[in-house]
Nanobody, 124 residues
């Protein structure tokens, strides 16, 4: 069982930045691919970014490409999401997810473990 705990959400003005962190309890964290997803009110869960176990491969949704950066520190069992140039449409609950296997995946179903989510609100 892997526990994921997100932190770093909050309220920010459009054009601002926020950084999210997700701490994992996995013993062999580098064997887990990690992803960030988000869910806005009344909408389904949407892929944001993913990173392979070695951090050698990253994927981004078109809507965040060039503005968000996913990274990980395997020594600290932590994955990060740096969000710049935030827009009101980025407002959502952001979830961290983990799947056993080093290959990053861009859809939610293969992920085995999920955090509780952290709210990000971008005001216009």
């Amino acid at each position: 069982q892997v526990q994921l705990v997100e932190s770093g959400g909050g309220l920010v003005q459009a054009g601002g930045s926020l950084g999210l962190s997700c701490a994992a309890s996995a013993r062999t964290f580098s064997r887990y691919a990690m992803g960030w997803f988000r869910q806005a009110p009344g909408k389904g869960r949407e892929f944001v970014a993913a990173i392979s176990g070695s951090a050698g491969t990253t994927y981004y949704a078109d809507s965040v490409k060039g503005r968000f950066t996913i990274s990980r520190d395997n020594a600290k069992n932590t994955v990060y999401l740096q969000m710049n140039s935030l827009k009101p449409e980025d407002t959502a609950v952001y979830y961290c997810a983990a799947r056993y296997g080093v290959v990053a995946i861009t859809t939610p179903h293969p992920y085995d473990y999920w955090g509780q989510g952290t709210q990000v609100t971008v005001s216009s």
